[in-house]
């Protein structure tokens, strides 16, 4: 163990208050994530890694037409000189742009493997080769000639550019994905050739909208294809504000296989999704028997995607099966737009898409501008030296003589001619053989063509409208390059309306349909047996349960469960636990208080009533369909506060109700006497003195009242006999015909 250290003396530290240093270092790691990193330049939508990867690029001279070099080669050359960082976060990167399924317009043509759509890894970059591509060309287009401002690199030894040229719309063409600290960018790709008519129509109309440029750009265009199925005023509100999500799908056909059968075959995913990954997910969606209408799924992915989904019958709807996925995999994709960018290469804003293209547009101009100048001030320097030559022309004879005898003959010239220390300087340079007649004239035709050059430039940046016919001839050049004729240039994501699905019974196709007996005990555990089971006699339960009710329903149907606090819950058939052991407890599928027990269950008919009645001898009818709750919370449906509890919800069928009380007092009145309310404390069904209600039923009154005894026969009093007990709701009712149960129930 070495010594521990000791603090330094009191009075050669500095105190800080922790909030203030805290504050400050973690603002200022926020504004170097968001500026260097993690957000895209408004001008040529590059983050500085991939900046620095293509001035590395060119430094090396992987320009389109030359040789590939190894990657190794141009990570170390990133890293050493301008990115000092780590290798493989730059690999990473490099990789990214040469990839043709995660880059509409890749930047870097690469050679070797570079990973696939199934989400497989490249290999190492000592393997791979890579170069520029003709896009990579043209965002560099001009660095050379003054386009942009460089700065220092990080350990000033070199310098490199802050913004790139551009003269290629990569922001919206190519898309960006980043996280900084408090914001994030996500910018869809989109078609070279609309963004160059929209820039057009921009520069004609400075003032349009987005909404008016959508004529051109209708919305994203994927590298793998795919439909966007998002409504157009949805988009319209996307490219407006900048921020936004676009459903995108799969694309897929039916294969007619003759004989009726036939197979479902995506031949397109959705943008940066996983090939594989979306494989294994079917797959286990297909083990955990979810895609009941599926009989299974291949990969017959070769260079271009290919899963085929066979059906479990020819009779299967294929829109239906189709949607199913949709829903439970990324075969559907919500692909979000934030398109958070620095503006002026310093301020992080949220542009719209006009706001985006003028910001490229601007840039261009300011390009335009710069190389023009720095071309004038080359024409002026050659024009002076042109002038100098010119002059010595005029007397050669003298010149020689000077180089010859003088011992300063630079001195001499400019005395001599009255000519500049640059002109003297060209003239001792030129060659002995450069002096021949010809030279002459060749000089002069120069001089003039630079002339003529030189008012051309001047007159340019003298004009506004000249500079943009300049930048709307090199936009017109870049789209013929990205033409929608050309290969790369066809627009490959397609819009569609997203189907109608509201007559489509999807819960339907999630589950295989088969019939399940649903077992309830007393203690509240839940289970469901596969079939009809008639008999029930030979059920185990655990310790000293027992059985509560059951009831026959079938896999897809939804289960109601009341508590006794007045809230129904809603299970899934499907999700119940298996009859093998003794089921789960009802309690950790839902929330229910403590102090609340389970009072009935039965499975959810839509369009059926249901006559929900309390202790107390309240109650009203409810719709089935106002009370399905989707959460686990459940939902509200009887007030109750305690003593009193829910006591029973039972089917209001017929048109009669019988109640039979705890001072077993028997009334039956009209059902239409009960109101219908979705949830609330009811109406007084029954009128007591002391105690509660004990059971209630609905009958039809042309029928009779029928109960069974508690050794199982059913007694009917027909409607003749019933007259004594038929009132009104909240009557107290009288004792109940001969042969009723002891027990004050119903029976079954």
Request: hydrophobic residues 40%; negative net charge; contains cysteine.
């Amino acid at each position: 163990m070495g010594k521990p250290v000791e603090p330094p003396p009191e009075d050669e530290s500095e105190r800080i208050d922790l909030k203030t240093a805290l504050e400050e270092r973690y603002l200022a790691y926020a504004l170097s994530t968001i500026m260097h990193r993690a957000l895209p330049d408004a001008r040529d939508g590059l983050k500085p890694v991939h900046r620095r990867i293509l001035h590395a690029m060119r430094l090396l001279r992987l320009d389109p037409g030359q040789m590939h070099k190894k990657c190794a080669r141009i990570v170390g050359d990133v890293i050493g000189k301008f990115h000092p960082h780590g290798d493989q976060s730059v690999y990473d990167a490099l990789v990214r742009l040469a990839q043709d399924f995660a880059q509409r317009y890749p930047l870097v043509d690469g050679q070797g493997n570079f990973g696939n759509i199934d989400g497989d890894n490249a290999a190492a970059y000592r393997y791979t080769e890579a170069r520029m591509t003709e896009v990579a060309r043209l965002l560099l287009d001009g660095i050379e000639e003054d386009a942009v401002d460089f700065r220092e690199t990080y350990n000033g030894e070199d310098e490199e550019p802050v913004v790139l040229p551009a003269a290629f719309p990569n922001l919206l063409a190519n898309g960006s994905q980043g996280i900084a600290v408090g914001m994030a960018t996500a910018i869809p790709p989109h078609n070279a050739a609309e963004l160059c008519d929209a820039a057009l129509y921009l520069i004609q109309h400075p003032e349009a909208t987005s909404e008016q440029l959508m004529t051109f750009v209708p919305g994203p265009d994927f590298p793998t294809g795919g439909v966007i199925v998002e409504s157009r005023a949805s988009m319209i509100e996307t490219y407006r504000t900048g921020r936004g999500a676009f459903r995108t799908r799969a694309r897929w056909s039916v294969e007619d296989q003759g004989r009726g059968t036939w197979l479902a075959v995506v031949t397109e995913i959705p943008y940066m999704v996983q090939k594989g990954r979306l494989i294994e997910k079917l797959a286990e969606l297909f083990n955990d028997k979810k895609l009941p209408l599926v009989a299974d799924i291949r990969d017959e992915s070769a260079e271009d995607i290919r899963v085929v989904i066979e059906p479990r019958a020819r009779t299967v709807d294929a829109n239906l099966m189709m949607e199913q996925l949709f829903r439970l995999t990324e075969l559907e994709a919500r692909i979000s737009m934030n398109m958070n960018v620095l503006t002026g290469g310093l301020v992080p804003r949220v542009l719209g898409l006009n706001e985006a293209l003028r910001a490229w547009l601007d840039h261009r101009r300011e390009v335009l501008q710069r190389r023009s100048r720095f071309r004038l001030g080359q024409i002026e320097k050659r024009l002076e030296i042109l002038r100098g030559l010119l002059i010595v022309y005029l007397d050669l004879d003298r010149v020689i003589k000077i180089i010859r005898e003088e011992d300063e003959p630079k001195t001499e010239l400019m005395r001599v001619f009255e000519l500049s220390e640059v002109q003297a300087n060209a003239i001792l340079d030129t060659r002995l053989r450069a002096l021949r007649k010809l030279e002459e004239m060749a000089l002069k035709t120069e001089l003039d063509e630079l002339t003529v050059e030189k008012g051309q430039i001047e007159a340019l940046l003298g004009s506004d409208a000249t500079q943009w016919k300049m930048i709307a001839h090199d936009i017109r050049q870049v789209k013929k390059l990205f033409g929608p004729e050309t290969a790369i240039g066809k627009r490959r994501t397609t819009f569609a309306d997203m189907p109608d699905t509201t007559d489509l019974d999807l819960t339907q196709a999630m589950v295989e349909r088969e019939p399940v007996t649903v077992v309830i005990t007393k203690k509240g555990w839940i289970r469901a047996l596969k079939g009809h089971v008639q008999d029930l006699s030979t059920l185990a339960f655990k310790g000293d349960d027992g059985l509560k009710l059951a009831f026959f329903t079938e896999t897809t149907a939804k289960i109601l469960v009341l508590a006794s606090n007045g809230k129904v819950f809603t299970l899934d058939a499907a999700k119940l636990p298996g009859g093998r052991g003794f089921g789960d407890p009802i309690r950790l599928m839902i929330e229910l208080e403590e102090h609340a027990g389970i009072v009935s269950a039965f499975p959810y008919r839509p369009g059926l009533k249901l006559l929900m009645v309390t202790t107390d001898g309240r109650g009203f009818v409810a719709p089935t369909d106002d009370i399905v709750a989707n959460t686990r919370k459940g939902r509200q449906v009887l007030n109750v506060e305690m003593p009193v509890e829910a006591l029973l919800a039972a089917p209001a069928e017929g048109d009669h109700v019988a109640v039979i009380g705890e001072n077993r007092k028997l009334v039956c009145f009209p059902l239409a006497e009960v109101a219908e309310m979705a949830r609330g404390k009811g109406v007084r069904l029954q009128r007591y003195k002391d105690g509660g209600l004990s059971d209630a039923k609905t009958f039809a009154l042309a029928d009779g009242l029928t109960w069974r005894d508690t050794s199982g026969r059913t007694w009917t009093v027909a409607q003749s006999e019933l007259t004594e007990w038929i009132g009104h709701r909240g009557e107290a009712g009288r004792l109940p015909p001969k042969g009723f149960p002891k027990n004050n129930r119903f029976g079954g």
